[in-house]
């Protein structure tokens, strides 16, 4: 256990001492999972909702697919994306591999599915229940899409803090299309690989327990604000 | 809410845009990263030239197809024969020594086999194959990867015929192949940069050193900007330049770990 007690001591001391480097990259990670989140929350949450909704052919296989899609490898998403972005690729002209928003567009897509399968069950739920009363007060299709995702608003915040935990934990889609790069594209994530490849296993182990804390932190704030809102609501 | 939300958006378009410095991006090999090379190269050059260096670190066949499809401007790769074959196919332009090193075969302290003090690389490797003694590869097709295999083809070794049950391919980076071979007392062929900065060796020792088939040499490669648009060929001439040039060359050989110097500048 010398190696846990040393990781908890240089974690300890990257917190304490407020090490630049690290910061730096603890920001990267936030902003590049945020966005990422962010993006997945504003498409997943209506796609979600007017998959629970509407009515047309070919629906159970979307919604199959779109399940499914909540396990797409971050590595083959990463490869997907490379291949996009390279300068033989068809985007490759804007320039945007090796950059954060590489990285975002990325984590978007693996976080989207979580959104939107998850919001889809979740307003497909409140759907049966409620369905009736909010035909009978002759609710337009976009009121109803609103007042299903406000009602739902709790269970849909845990989508979404499922789809940024994803984001948050993933190193193999922000290796490929950030490349790693110094100061640039390096996330807790891949510091971390990078640390381990370097035996440096307790400064490898103290990044991940900041990390850990990170994500904690996040879930802790996002769960004291549901609970005031609760109680504000009654 | 809403005005919440376009802020955040306004925020994370933002992201793309906050570094709008000169820069060049070099595809190299996590031998060189991993040493802590870069970190003592790239400031001095940004000094010298304004141009920062984005360095990605990838095996030595990694950073070629890197370079195959445009997305780098430059290279620092150690795999001759894959060099020769990238310029020749119209990929890279104007090859020059860089630097050399050299690669020395590490394994577990007991050395079970008795490969210690060999200064023949092929008959240590014969010894390893003959013994069936565990050895860890990178199996990355990488620079190292690359030697590896030639060494084990000159010791007459068929690996996919007799490797089994002790010849591991880890697809790893060098690091990593070190920290598995540390952790099943493997042998393994590292170079001697990321050795000297790696922290978790055991029971590894250097075994084997010296022997010219463990030579080393890196070179720097532009890439051919009439294949891809945006290549920033300048820039990365201007790199090209400074690294085979006095300061470059005097910032290669001033690198040192624990006062040992890993890589040795040869531009002509």
């Known amino acids: 256990m010398l190696d846990l007690s040393a990781a908890l001591s240089t974690a300890a001391a990257l917190v304490i ?30 796609l979600g909702a007017a998959l629970a909704l509407a009515a047309f052919p070919g629906r159970g296989v979307l919604v199959v697919m779109i399940n499914a899609c909540m396990g797409l490898p971050p590595v083959v998403v990463g490869l997907a994306i490379y291949l996009l972005l390279s300068r033989a690729g068809p985007l490759g002209q804007f320039g945007l591999l090796f950059t954060p928003s590489a990285m975002v567009v990325a984590q978007t897509i693996l976080v989207l599915p979580i959104v939107a399968a998850l919001s ?30 406000w009602d739902g608003r709790f269970s849909l915040l845990t989508a979404i803090l499922a789809g940024f935990g994803r984001a948050c934990a993933e190193v193999g889609a922000v290796m490929i299309v950030g490349g790693n790069i110094s100061g640039v594209t390096r996330t807790m994530t891949t510091a971390i690989a990078l640390e381990t490849s370097k035996g440096d296993l307790p400064l490898a182990l103290g990044l991940g327990i900041i990390l850990i804390g990170l994500v904690i932190a996040v879930n802790a704030a996002v769960f004291l604000v549901g609970q005031a809102a609760r109680r504000r609501m009654g | 809410m809403l005005k919440r ?81 990238f310029v020749a196919g119209g990929f890279g332009l104007d090859r020059r020594d860089v630097m050399y090193n050299d690669f020395v075969v590490v394994g577990p302290s007991s050395d079970p086999v008795g490969i210690k003090g060999l200064g023949n690389v092929t008959e240590a490797f014969k010894r390893i194959a003959a013994a069936k003694a565990p050895f860890a590869s990178r199996g990355d097709d990488s620079g190292t990867n690359r030697s590896e295999l030639r060494i084990w083809k000159s010791a007459g070794a068929d690996l996919k015929a007799d490797g089994i049950g002790w010849y591991r391919e880890l697809g790893s980076g060098m690091g990593a192949t070190l920290n598995t071979a540390a952790g099943m007392g493997a042998y393994a062929l590292t170079d001697r940069g990321t050795w000297a900065s790696f922290k978790n060796r055991q029971s590894l020792v250097i075994l084997v050193e010296g022997d010219k088939a463990l030579f080393n040499p890196y070179g720097s490669i532009l890439v051919n900007p009439v294949l891809h648009s945006g290549i920033k060929a300048a820039d990365a001439l201007v790199w090209h330049h400074w690294l085979t040039g006095p300061k470059g060359q005097a910032a290669i050989a001033g690198f040192k770990i624990d006062g040992e110097q890993l890589f040795f500048p040869d531009a002509k």
Not at chain 1, 120 to 142: C, F, M
Not at chain 2, 10 to 18: E, M, N, Q, R
């Open chain 1, 17 to 46: 001492g407020l090490d630049p480097q690290m910061l730096a990259i603890v920001r990267l990670s936030l902003l590049v999972s945020g966005s990422a989140v962010l993006l997945a929350a504003l498409i997943g949450l209506p």
């Open chain 1, 120 to 149: 889809r069950q979740v307003v497909a739920d409140l759907w049966g229940e409620y369905g009736e009363q909010l035909r009978s007060l002759g609710a337009s299709r976009p009121g109803v899409v609103a007042t299903l995702l």
């Open chain 2, 5 to 85: 939300i376009l802020l955040l958006a306004a925020l994370l378009l933002s992201t793309g845009a906050i570094a709008e410095e000169r820069f060049i991006t070099v595809a190299s090999t996590t031998s060189t990263d991993q040493s802590g090379l870069f970190g003592a190269l790239l400031p001095a050059f940004q000094r010298d030239s304004g141009i920062a260096v984005r360095v990605v670190a990838v095996g030595t066949g990694q950073a070629l197809r890197l370079g195959e499809r445009g997305d780098a401007d430059a290279l620092l790769v150690h795999d001759r024969a894959g060099e020769d074959k």
